[in-house]
């Protein structure tokens, strides 16, 4: 609510200064009774806030959520994130996401989750997505675009997700083409695109990133131990999630208003400066065979360009790649 959000930036900005009840209800424009409710929400969702009587509340320490107010305070985006929907648990971002954009949710709704029990990659594959440990979000947006540029947005994606890594940690992730972020060869988060279209124009695109950050071995199921890691596996400490989410909203909205104006071009040769497999012998399993061969790049469309030995180029628009084959 606009309240809270009043309520919690005029309390990061007094900082270690208490602030009355009163200040507070002055601020928000509020009762001193709304105010103590919303105070008792935000240690709800695991604020430290000390009060002191006749000085008022401050700040002791804020949670690694990622609830509404967690990610909107210090966001600096104009669209992006202007509608947060947060969830404690749910079964998937991605359904609810679909639901709102059904019905009609503006451009930038973000759906975000602290767990998923039923999260999903790619033709239905499970996605594992723990309590409290990663960013299991949705968003949506709205382009006035046809629906064959929709795969670009999966590469749009994964530079911003690249780029938001690399701002937050010290780490330097590598894509592989169409949807992994690879990290030291292990995947660190996987980015599933869908869709809501006509036949010549796209309603709305759903993006689904979900992004292993705090998560020790112990957490992932035994079958995706050897390939999966986390931001905090690599870097050797915690991180914050909220922190990484305002990064990579940002970073999404900055390539899309690139793309936007200058189309893909410029999104072309970001993502090809972080693609592991472009020049390199790989195998990729598409639904109707494989072809092995050496990926040549990507074209204009987001499509991988692959030469086999007899010369001959294919394109490849869905596959898994196998790199160094
Ligand atoms: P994908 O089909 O490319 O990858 C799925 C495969 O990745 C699985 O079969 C498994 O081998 C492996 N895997 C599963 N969980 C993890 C994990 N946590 N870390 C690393 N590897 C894993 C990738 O699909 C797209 C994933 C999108 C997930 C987001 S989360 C928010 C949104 N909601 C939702 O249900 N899906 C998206």
Redesign the pocket.
Known sequence: STIRKKVLQALFESDQEFLSGQALADIAGCSRTAIWKHIEELRKEGFVLEAVRKKGYRIIETPDSVTESKIRLGLQTRTLGTMIHYEESV?????IAHTLASDGAEEGTLVIADE?T??????M??????KGT?I???LILKPHLPPQKAPQFTLIAAVAVVQAIEEVTGLHPQIKWP??ILING???????TELQAESDKINSIII???M?VN?TKDH?PD??QK???SLSIEEGRTLSRSVIVQRLLERIEALYSLYMKEGFTPIKLLWESYAISIGKKIRARTINGTIEGRALGITDEGVLKIEDSGGTIHQIYSA?IEVNV
């Open positions: 079964l998937s971002t991605q359904r998923q039923a999260g999903r990659g790619r033709l594959r499970e996605w594992h997505s723990s990663g299991w979000m949705s949807n992994d292990k995947k660190v988060t996987g980015i599933l689904g990133i979900g292993n998560q992932f079958e995706i390939i999966a890691t898994d």
